[in-house]
C-alpha cells in the first residue's frame, strides 16, 4: 500500500494509533522492526543529529535529503515535523513535491514564523503566525500535491505561546477548514489538561494529533478515551542514542579498553543485518559475475612433507618460506588474484601453525593414519559449484590457474606433458590421457583415462603427469561428491589419493578433461626440491 495512504488510514482508522521520531536511515529501520505503523520525522531530532539547533540551522534541503535515506530503508509512512513549511505558501508547494518525490507520506507544519524555535524553548514569547497566512500555506500544499492520500497536519502552537482554549479552537477550526488533514494540539504542560480541554470541544471535527513528550505520565488510556487519533512519541529514539553513546564513550575512554563495553553494545553483525548485507551477497552472485563468488579452493596440507625434518619440526610443509613468502601464501595470493576469496586448507600435522590470512582451515584428525581422500572428507562444506582443489606443495605459474579458471569444462585436471618431466625417474601421478598432448595452439579436447603412480597403464606409455590441481563444477561437482561418497564406503578408504578419485569419475562414465601444460610448476617433496623452489619462485613470478 502506498504510504501516503497508510498514513491516512492511520488518521482515519478510528483507533488511537503510534508512531515514534527517528532522525537518520538506521533509527527509522529500527522504529519499524519494533512494530510501528509510521514514523515521525522529527525537526528537533534531525537537528540534534547534526549537532545544530532547532531553529531551522539545517536547511530544508538536508532535511529532505536525511528523509530520503529513511524513506528507502522502510517500508512504513514518515510524517515530517515540517516546521513552518521552511517559508511562505511557495516554499511550501516546493516541499510538498519534494516530500513526495521522495515517498513521504505527510508533512506536518506548525503556525509560527521562520525561522522557529523549539516549543520548549521559551515557547511564551513565540510569535504565531497570522491565521489567513497560515492557511493559505495549508492550502497552498493541498493543491500541490499529487497523490490523494499525502497528508497535511496543521499544528496549533497557541497554548505554546501562552494563548487560551478559545484561541487553540479557532485556530485549529481555520485550519481544519483550509484543508488540513488533521489538527496536531500541542502543550508544553506536564498534564495533559490543555490537549484533553482542547479534543472534549474539538470533538472529533476531524483527526486529532498529540505530542505527550511533557504529559508523558498521562496513562494512554486516556488519550484514546479522548478519541485521539495519533500520538506522537516525538523524540525517544534520539534521546536514548545520547545516553548509551554517553554511557559507550565513558567507559571506553575511563578503562582504556573495550572490554567491559563489549558485550552492552551491537555486534557488529548486527550493523551489518541492518544494512542488508546479505541481500548484496546474494546480489553479487547474479551480477558480479567476474569477481567467482561461488569459487572455491581446497588446498591438501596435512601432511608433514619426508624428509625435511628440521623445517619442518614445528610446521606443516605448507608453512615453510620460500623466497620469503610460505608456500600457502604463494597460493592463496594466487586464488585471491583470481577473485577465489573462500580458500579452505585442510591441516592435520601442526594445524596450529597454519596461520595465514585469508584461509579457513578445518583440521584431519587423522592425517597420521589417513591419506588425501579423508582429508578432502574433512572439507566437504567447502566443496562449491566450481570448487579448485590443490595440494599444498605445489608452486605454479600463475597462468596456469588462469587457464584452469577459463576453461569450460565440468571437471578439468592440469597435466604436464613435458618429456623432461617425464624422464626424471619420478613415477608419481602419470596420466594417461585420451590423446598425448599435440602442443597445438588450440585447446584440444582430451579427457583423463587413468593416473596412477609405479608401473605401467594398458602397456602405453604415459601422456604426462598430473600436477595436483583440478576444478570441478556445475556439474562436475555432484560428480566429484558422488565419487567419493562410493570411494568412502569402500575398504582402503583411508589410503586414497586423489588419483583414485580422478579413476572412480572415469569409471562412473565422465569424461575429467585435461589441460595440458609444459613445465612451470613444481612440487616440493625433499630438501632438493626445496632450494630449488627458491630460484623457481623468483625466476617464474610464482
Ligand atoms: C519535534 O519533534 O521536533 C517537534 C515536537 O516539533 S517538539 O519538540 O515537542 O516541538
Ligand atoms: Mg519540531
Redesign the pocket.
Known sequence: MKKTTQLKNLLLCGETEFIL?AHNGLSAKIVEEAGFKGI?G????LSAQHAVR?NNELSWTQVVEALEFMSDATSIPILL?GDTGYGDFNNMRRLVCKLEQRDIAGVCI?DKLFPKT???IQGEQQELEDIDTFCGKIQAGKDAQQHDDFCIVARVEAFIAGWGLEEALRRGEAYRRAGADAILI?SKLSRPDEVLEFSREWDNRCPLVI?P?KYYSTPTEVFRDHDVSLV?W??HMIRSNITAMQATARAIHDSESLLDVEGQVATVSEIFRLQGADELLEAEKIYARSARPDASAIILAASRGQGMDELTRDRPKVMIPVAGKTVLRRQVDKFKAQGINNITVVAGYRSEAINEQGTAVVVNEDWQSSDELASLGCALDAISDDTVLIYGDLLFRTYILNNLMDWDADLLVVVDSSPLELAQGNSNDLAWCSAPDDRAMYQQRVSVEQIRSQGGWGGRAADGRWIGMLRARAAGRDQLLEALGQLRNEEGFTRFGVPELINRLVENGHSPQVQYISGHWMDINNLEDLQRAGDFARSQGS
Open positions: 521520531e515521525w522529527s525537526g528537533l531530532a532547532d515535523d506548525e523549539n516549543s520548549f500541542h505530542v513528550t506522537i516525538a523524540n
